[in-house]
């Protein structure tokens, strides 16, 4: 598995208003920033370091693959031509993390949720109210794409999703799935194949 060192930005000066040191590191994926994708405005008022940016990435990288670093609270999606996609997320909590490698292997549009049975027995009153599920829509959880991870043939009940909560991006959030802004959830979602593979790596940290 890869580590940290594949992700950590050149400048500390990026990182500056997170309140975590760093180290600097010349091969990171950030080393340059190839093309801000300023097709997206910012209504959310997320920080300007989440939205999504092209970026130089290391050639052995395989392509189409997705990687999230959960200190960074960054997710890469990996192109042809030396460069990846990078996209502000939320991650899990502490302890709700699961590092590993994982396939997508179902994506829907607009889907609905159900909070998983661990969910309701560790927060019932967040989650008890709804153990029915939740209809697809713009309030869901889920937001307006999901993308489930699966580790062989069993669904982990990961996903990669958007958000009715675009102020939780750049925090540790969630209860292991990673969130996007809805409106880059549909071009990650667009732009991702099924069997993509999906790497979430443990939060390890150089200083």
């Keep these: 598995m890869l580590t940290r060192r594949h992700f950590i930005a050149t400048t500390s000066?990026?990182?500056?208003?997170?309140?975590?040191?760093?180290?600097?590191?010349a091969v990171g994926f950030d080393a340059d920033i190839v093309q801000p994708e300023n097709e997206?405005?910012?209504?959310?008022?997320?920080?300007?370091?989440?939205?999504p940016t092209r970026v130089e990435r290391r050639a052995n990288l395989s392509v189409g693959d997705i990687h999230v670093d959960p200190v960074a609270k960054y997710l890469y999606h990996i192109e042809a031509g030396g460069t990846a996609m990078r996209y502000g997320v939320a991650v899990g909590r502490s302890g709700l993390q699961s590092p590993g490698i994982y396939?997508?292997?179902?994506?829907?549009?607009?889907?609905?949720?159900?909070?998983?049975?661990?969910?309701?027995?560790r927060e019932?009153?967040?989650?008890?109210?709804?153990?029915?599920?939740?209809?697809?829509?713009?309030?869901?959880?889920?937001?307006?794409?999901?993308?489930?991870?699966?580790?062989?043939?069993?669904?982990?009940?990961?996903?990669?999703?958007?958000?009715?909560?675009?102020?939780?991006?750049?925090?540790?959030?969630s209860s292991g799935c990673v969130r996007l802004v809805n409106a880059h959830v549909i071009q990650l979602y667009d732009n991702t194949d099924m069997g993509t593979v999906v790497h979430l790596h443990a939060p390890r940290m150089l200083f």
């Design 13 to 25: 000066a990026l990182f500056a208003s997170t309140g975590v040191a760093l180290a600097q590191d």
């Design 103 to 121: 396939t997508i292997r179902r994506k829907v549009e607009w889907p609905s949720w159900t909070p998983t049975a661990n969910m309701i027995q």
């Design 124 to 173: 019932p009153e967040l989650y008890a109210q709804f153990a029915d599920g939740v209809p697809g829509g713009p309030e869901n959880p889920l937001g307006a794409r999901a993308m489930y991870l699966y580790r062989g043939d069993r669904d982990s009940y990961l996903r990669i999703h958007g958000t009715p909560q675009p102020w939780s991006i750049g925090t540790a959030a």
């Design 40 to 51: 997206f405005a910012n209504p959310w008022g997320i920080h300007p370091r989440f939205l």
